[in-house]
């Protein structure tokens, strides 16, 4: 694992330990650390607001970028053209296109 | 199952046990594959012939599916070979290692959001149609690796098998793609007078 540049470290006005927040915050968030890891992000964060405060904003936009996911359906159109092409393949349940209710 | 008319073991039974199937776990997922294959293609049109031929090469070879495994990842990884497939381009190489250039620029990015008083940015606001038009506009494969982890909420290891890459291929893309979309939100805070104009050298 690299060390960041100090320069970077200093734009962002942060200390040393504030720097493992920012660079390990998106794997923590995916859960993609390892228990202690996790725990030790966990320690520093209960006890320093401005990491506290860059994990909500990390947490808002990745809530607001989940959030998309619900936005956006398939055009009837569009399944009323799939149905044809399944038809037109032999499949008996070409009908349920047009039916069948999308998961959550 | 045992009032069916035919045999269970005749062809006619079996074809109708798979359309059933097919019916049954690979339709719901129309809306998530569209979307998927719009974000990609970002045309309607182009969507629409995607998506359609996603589907109809899922159910000539829905024999290939293993039951009990994820039909949304499986899917997903026809409708990306689909995508490439339309397209004469070359599939794009970039492949950052460094996810942490990206995690500690984003760090940079909420600093100068914090210092100009505008870090409750994703809070406040809808940020909802801002955020569609900056994945949009987002380059591969630094598209696909947010549509699919942040938007369609799949793990590491199934974006990976969509994508065809190691799972530290998707991390560093995924960082990539969250790391420019927080930038290109930023600056269109600072577009709406959200924030002074003296942030903008800030990026």
């Known amino acids: ?104 | 199952m045992t009032m069916l008319a035919s045999p269970p073991d005749s062809p006619a039974a079996s074809t109708a046990q798979r359309d059933a199937e097919f019916a049954r776990e690979a339709l719901p997922w129309l809306d998530d594959v569209y979307r998927f294959a719009l974000s990609l293609t970002r045309d309607e049109a182009d969507a629409d012939d995607v998506v359609q031929e996603t589907f109809l090469r899922a159910y000539r070879s829905w024999h290939t599916f293993i039951p009990g495994t994820d039909c949304r990842r499986w899917l997903f990884t026809i409708c990306r070979n689909v995508f490439l497939r339309s397209r004469e381009r070359q599939r794009p190489t970039v492949d950052l290692e460094d996810g942490e250039q990206d995690a500690l620029a984003a760090g940079s990015v909420y600093a100068a959001a914090r210092e100009h008083g505008y870090d409750d940015l994703y809070a406040r606001l809808d940020i909802g149609p801002a955020l569609r038009e900056a994945i949009d506009e987002l380059a591969e494969p630094f598209r696909s690796a947010v549509l699919l982890v942040d938007v369609e909420d799949l793990s590491y290891d199934s974006a990976a098998e969509v994508m065809g890459v190691p799972i530290g291929t998707v991390r560093s893309r995924l960082f990539r793609g969250r790391r420019l979309l927080q930038e290109k939100l930023a600056s269109l805070a600072t577009e709406y007078g959200l924030t002074p104009a003296s942030a903008e050298g800030t990026r």
């Open chain 1, 1 to 104: 694992m690299s060390a960041p540049q100090q320069g970077q470290l200093e734009a962002l006005g942060l200390s040393a330990t504030c720097a493992d927040v920012v660079r390990h915050l998106w794997d923590y968030l995916d859960d993609q650390l390892t228990p202690e890891g996790a725990a030790r992000l966990n320690a520093h964060m209960a006890s320093c607001t401005t990491c506290r405060g860059y994990s909500d904003y990390q947490s808002c936009f990745l809530e607001a970028v989940a959030k998309l996911r619900a936005q956006l359906d398939a055009p009837e159109s569009l399944r009323a053209k799939l149905a044809e092409g399944l038809k037109s393949e032999g499949c008996s349940c070409w009908g349920e296109v047009t039916k069948v209710k999308s998961n959550e």
